[in-house]
């Protein structure tokens, strides 16, 4: 340091002093303005990209909220449609039973009337066969009965007994 002090010269510091006070001059006239211009342009990029992050954050969140709210819905209306077609199936299902039902009823109080029907015609054809047979009979046994003179009396005789006045 003491050599500086003895190699101090007074014209070289003016000279000096001058060419720094130019120097920032010049540099402020067309180096600092357009520093400090990029410097705040990117101060200003950087704040307006964390405003747009912080925009797109929230609409994210949004976003999720809405996509949580829409699937709840779907699931509601999923649960609904589900229930409706279980309703649907239970109601489906009681009414082909109840159909189902009321056909075998049908079903089968036509075939007791068909064999009622065909019970009394077999009835009456038996009926009929019996009457057949009984003439048939009587005619046989009224013949053995008349063929013979004293049989004819005595049956005359005994239907007038039976006969009461």
């Given at each position: 340091m003491?050599k500086?002090?003895e190699?101090?010269?007074l014209g070289?510091?003016f000279?000096?002093l001058?060419?720094?006070v130019?120097?920032?001059?010049?540099l402020?006239?067309?180096a600092w303005k357009?520093?400090?211009?990029a410097v705040?342009d990117?101060?200003?990029g950087?704040l307006?990209?964390l405003?747009e992050?912080?925009?797109a954050r929230?609409e994210?969140?949004?976003?999720?909220a809405?996509?949580e709210r829409?699937l709840?819905e779907?699931?509601?209306?999923?649960?609904?449609m589900?229930?409706?077609a279980?309703?649907m199936?239970?109601s489906m299902?009681?009414?082909?039973?109840?159909?189902a039902?009321a056909?075998?009823?049908?079903v089968?109080?036509q075939?007791k009337?068909?064999?009622?029907?065909?019970?009394?015609?077999a009835?009456?054809?038996?009926?009929?066969?019996v009457a057949?047979?009984?003439?048939?009979?009587a005619e046989k046994?009224?013949r053995?009965?008349?063929?013979?003179?004293?049989?004819?009396?005595?049956?005359v005789?005994?239907?007038?007994k039976e006969?009461?006045l």
């Amino acid at each position: 340091m003491d050599k500086l002090i003895e190699q101090f010269s007074l014209g070289l510091f003016f000279w000096q002093l001058i060419l720094f006070v130019a120097l920032v001059l010049l540099l402020k006239k067309f180096a600092w303005k357009p520093i400090l211009n990029a410097v705040n342009d990117r101060e200003e990029g950087i704040l307006k990209a964390l405003d747009e992050a912080e925009n797109a954050r929230k609409e994210m969140q949004n976003l999720t909220a809405d996509n949580e709210r829409i699937l709840k819905e779907a699931r509601v209306e999923r649960d609904a449609m589900l229930k409706e077609a279980r309703e649907m199936k239970d109601s489906m299902i009681t009414e082909a039973k109840s159909e189902a039902h009321a056909q075998a009823t049908k079903v089968i109080d036509q075939a007791k009337a068909t064999i009622e029907s065909e019970k009394h015609a077999a009835i009456t054809e038996i009926k009929n066969q019996v009457a057949e047979l009984s003439l048939e009979i009587a005619e046989k046994v009224m013949r053995n009965e008349l063929s013979d003179k004293n049989k004819q009396i005595k049956l005359v005789e005994d239907m007038l007994k039976e006969v009461k006045l």
